[in-house]
């Protein structure tokens, strides 16, 4: 079995300041997690995947997150927000390595980006 | 450049219309997947298909169906819609050896 919970349904930040969304999940195998960004009237894009090399993965835009077993999570961070990045942010965790086909996703993080 | 489309952007129907949601890929993907989106809920799986002909149930198909007739096309079928169906319906795809899915831009259902 596996979930994931994302501890803040809603972020509102300044232009210009870091952003942490939080994701923390729990899975019987050795898991993939991966953020997906949404903007408005938008399908979903993936923003980047952790699946069991390094720890501290890279996306697009800017954003990274940490891979960390012991506290089961994998929160996604940007040093400094930018207008652009408004959108719902989902943390999403399969329970194989490779990726697979049963991903669960979490309920969302909507980000507010003030001037 | 990777796309997924799907028929209607908006739809509205009637309670007990049959109902067909049509997805298109053209990146020769294996695995297609069926997801609804509701507020606070996230995204759950409704059914997804790893090759023609073949499909497997997710977390919520009750009352839904599916079909895959070629590899580019999979539908999603509301055999009798309810108002319970309302929501957004985003269709995605896979390749065999990629970890990522491919979203389209979704569908919004509504039942009146």
């Known amino acids: 079995a596996q979930s994931v919970t994302q501890l803040d349904s809603h972020v509102s930040v300044s232009e210009g300041t870091p952003v942490l969304l939080r994701c923390n999940y729990s899975?019987?195998?050795?898991?993939?997690l991966f953020w997906y960004v949404q903007h408005p009237n938008k399908g979903l894009q993936l923003l980047l995947k952790?699946?069991?090399?390094?720890?501290l993965v890279k996306g697009i835009n800017g954003f990274e997150a940490e891979f960390k077993k012991s506290e089961t999570s994998f929160h996604l961070t940007k040093p400094s927000a930018h207008m652009s990045d408004a959108a719902e942010y989902f943390c999403?965790?399969?329970?194989?390595?490779?990726?697979?086909?049963?991903?669960?996703f979490g309920t969302g993080t909507q980000l507010k980006v003030e001037l | 450049d990777v796309k997924v489309t799907q028929s209607s952007r908006y739809l509205v129907k009637r309670t007990g219309e049959k109902v067909f949601l049509e997805c298109v890929q053209d990146?020769?993907?294996?695995?297609m997947f069926w997801y609804r989106q509701d507020p606070g809920l996230g995204l759950r799986l409704i059914y997804f298909?790893?090759?023609?002909?073949?499909?497997e149930k997710g977390d919520i198909p009750e009352g839904y169906s599916v079909s895959r007739e070629k590899k580019e096309r999979f539908s999603l079928i509301l055999e009798s819609a309810s108002t319970n169906q309302t929501s957004m319906y985003l269709c995605?795809?896979?390749?065999?050896?990629?970890?990522?899915?491919?979203f389209g831009p979704g569908t919004r259902l509504t039942v009146t």
């Open positions: 995605a795809s896979r390749g065999r050896r990629s970890y990522e899915q491919y």
């Open positions: 899975s019987s195998y050795s898991p993939s």
């Open positions: 952790y699946t069991s090399a390094a720890t």
């Open positions: 999403v965790v399969s329970p194989f390595t490779g990726g697979g086909n049963k991903l669960t």
């Open positions: 990146m020769d993907h294996e695995n």
């Open positions: 298909s790893y090759d023609v002909k073949m499909k």
